[in-house]
C-alpha cells in the first residue's frame, strides 16, 4: 500500500513526488510516456524569481536568460518591460527536456519509485483508501494507495474521473502550435509578444529566444474565436513578421485559461499543476504554479498520513495553500482576460501608446496593469478594485 | 449519418488538446498514438481545438 500514487511526471507531480517523498512516504510516481519531458509542450518562459523559490538552479537546463520583455499591438506599437540595470537577467528560458527530468530524478533521489511507459486508467475505492488501475506495457497493474495526487496535465482524467472539474469548453483553452527556429536574427535578451485580433484570436504570439540565434516561436489561440488551427496562424504570423529561420522542432499543446477553481480535492484526491487549470489566464504560463502546487500537495500529503486523515474536508489545507500562493493571481487575471477579449484591434493600439517609452521596470502583468491605469484613469472603473 | 472525429495520424502533433475538450471520454493519447473510441457523437469540438488540423469528421 503506497501513501501517494503520483500520476504523471511534469513539473507538478515530480515536485509532488519529491515533497511527499523528503517528508518519507512512500511515493510511487507514474508517467505514460516512456520519456519524461518529451515531446516538449512549452515555450519555456519563466521568471527566474518563482524558480528559484522551489529548485536549485542548474544551468544544466537553462537555455537562456532574458532581462526584460517586448510587446508589440496590430500597428507595431511597442511596450517594453526590462530591469533597470542592464544585465540584470529577470527571466529564463527553459531546456525542459532536462528539466521535467531533472526534476524526476529528484522525485527518484529523495526516495520515489518512478515508472514510466505506464498509464493511470482509473481508480475505485477501497475501505483503506484507493485502488488505482494502471496499465504498464500493454498489462494491467493495479496498486493501493492512501493518496492520489492527479498531476496528469491539461487531459487531465482523474480530475474528471473523480468529479472535480469539469471538461474544458473551447473558451476556456489555448490551442498552441511553436517551431524551435535556428539561425535567427533577434536581440537574444528580451522575449517577444505580439497581440491582435487577427494575428491571434484570443491568444498571443510569442518569441522566447533559446541561445545560439534559435527561438521558440510560437502561437495560442481560443478555439471559440479562432477560424482555423493553431498552426495556421503560426505559419501566418511568421511570414507577415518576415521571420527568416529554420524549423528544427515542431510543438503542438494545450493550456487551460480558465481561472480559479473552486476546490482541487476529493475524499483521498488532489489535483495540481494544469490539471488543476492552474496556469494563468493571462499568460498561459504554468510551469511556477505547477511547481508550488506540486509542493503544497506534497505537503498535505504527509500531514494526512500522519493524521490519517484523507477526507476532503482536511485536504482542503492544500486548497488554502495554493490559494493563497497563487488562486488569488488565477482570479484577477481571469478578469483581466475577459477585459482584453473584448477590446478591438485599435483599442489594443491606443492602450499601449498611452504606454509606450514609459519605464516599466518589472516584468509582470502587475507593472503593465498599473501603467495602464495611471494613463488611462478611465479605466478604473473598470478594473481599478482588481488592483487597489 | 452519424459522424465520428477521425485523425490524420501524418499530421497529429499528439499534444492532448483533444482529451482536454472531449466531454465523452472519447479519445485518448496513448503516448504518441490517437485513439478515438465509440463513445464519439461527432459533436466536433476536438476538430476546432486541435491546433494542426488533424481531426476531421467522417460518417461511420
Ligand atoms: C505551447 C505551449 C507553451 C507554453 N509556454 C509556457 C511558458 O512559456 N511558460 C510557462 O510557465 N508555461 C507554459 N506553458 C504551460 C506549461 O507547459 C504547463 O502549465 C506545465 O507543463 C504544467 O505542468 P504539469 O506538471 O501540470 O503538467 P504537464 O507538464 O503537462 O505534465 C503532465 C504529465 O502527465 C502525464 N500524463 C497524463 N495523463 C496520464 C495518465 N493517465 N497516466 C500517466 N501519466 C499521464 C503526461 O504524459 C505528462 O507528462 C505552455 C504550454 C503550451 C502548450
Ligand atoms: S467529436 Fe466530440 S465526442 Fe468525438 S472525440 Fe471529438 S470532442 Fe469527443
Ligand atoms: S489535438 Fe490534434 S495534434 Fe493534438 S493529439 Fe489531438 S489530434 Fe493530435
Known amino acids: ?388 | 449519418m452519424p459522424k465520428r472525429a477521425v485523425v490524420d495520424r501524418r499530421k497529429c502533433a499528439y499534444c492532448g488538446a483533444c482529451v482536454a475538450v472531449c466531454n465523452l471520454n472519447a479519445n485518448e493519447l496513448i503516448e504518441t498514438y490517437l485513439e478515438i473510441n465509440e463513445n464519439c457523437n461527432g459533436c466536433g469540438i476536438c476538430v476546432k481545438t486541435c491546433p494542426m488540423g488533424a481531426l476531421s469528421l467522417a460518417e461511420v
Open chain 1, 1 to 388: 500500500m503506497f501513501d501517494v500514487v503520483v500520476v504523471g511526471a511534469g513539473p507538478a507531480g515530480s515536485m509532488a513526488a519529491k515533497t511527499a517523498a523528503e517528508k518519507g512516504l512512500n511515493v510511487l510516481l507514474i508517467e505514460k510516456r516512456q520519456e519524461i519531458g518529451t515531446p516538449v509542450r512549452c515555450a519555456e518562459g519563466i521568471s527566474k524569481e518563482s524558480l528559484k523559490r522551489f529548485v536549485e538552479i542548474d544551468k544544466k537546463w537553462i537555455a537562456a536568460e532574458v532581462i526584460g520583455a517586448k510587446i508589440y499591438t496590430p500597428d507595431g506599437t511597442e511596450v517594453v518591460m526590462a530591469e533597470e540595470m542592464a544585465g540584470n537577467e529577470v527571466g529564463f528560458v527553459l531546456e525542459r527536456k532536462i528539466f521535467d527530468r531533472h526534476l524526476a530524478r529528484l522525485a527518484a533521489k529523495a526516495g520515489a519509485e518512478v515508472v514510466v511507459k505506464t498509464t493511470a486508467l482509473g481508480f475505485e475505492r477501497t475501505q483503506n483508501g484507493l485502488r488505482v488501475k494502471l496499465r504498464r506495457l500493454g498489462e494491467e497493474w493495479e496498486v493501493e494507495t492512501k493518496l492520489l495526487i492527479g498531476a496528469d496535465g491539461v487531459e487531465s482524467k482523474i480530475g474528471r474521473m473523480a468529479g472535480i472539474i469539469k471538461t474544458l469548453k473551447i473558451s476556456e483553452i489555448e490551442s498552441c502550435a511553436q517551431y524551435l527556429m535556428s539561425g535567427l536574427d533577434i536581440d537574444e535578451n528580451y522575449t517577444y509578444f505580439y497581440l491582435g485580433n487577427e494575428l491571434a484570436p484570443g491568444g498571443y504570439a510569442w518569441i522566447f529566444p533559446k541561445g545560439d540565434r534559435s527561438a521558440n516561436v510560437g502561437i495560442g489561440v481560443l478555439p471559440s474565436l479562432a477560424k482555423m488551427a493553431a498552426k495556421h496562424y503560426l505559419d501566418r504570423f511568421i511570414e507577415k513578421a518576415g521571420i527568416k529561420g529554420k524549423i528544427v522542432e515542431f510543438v503542438a499543446g494545450a493550456v487551460p485559461v480558465y481561472g480559479e477553481i473552486d476546490t482541487a480535492v476529493a475524499d483521498n484526491i488532489m489535483l495540481c499543476g494544469d490539471a488543476a487549470y492552474h496556469s494563468d489566464p493571462i499568460t498561459g504560463g504554468g510551469i511556477a504554479n505547477a511547481l508550488s502546487a506540486g509542493y503544497h500537495a506534497g505537503l498535505v500529503a504527509s500531514e494526512a498520513v500522519a493524521r490519517k486523515d484523507f477526507s476532503a474536508s482536511f485536504l482542503k489545507r492544500y486548497d488554502e495553500l495554493w490559494k493563497a500562493d497563487f488562486g488569488w493571481k488565477l482570479r484577477r487575471n481571469k478578469k483581466l482576460q475577459e477585459f482584453f477579449l473584448k477590446l478591438d484591434d485599435s483599442t489594443l493600439n491606443s492602450l499601449a501608446k498611452s504606454i509606450a517609452g514609459k519605464n516599466i521596470k518589472e516584468m509582470s502583468v502587475q507593472a503593465i496593469i498599473t501603467e495602464l491605469l495611471r494613463n488611462n484613469p478611465s479605466l478604473l472603473g473598470l478594473f481599478g478594485e482588481l488592483f487597489s
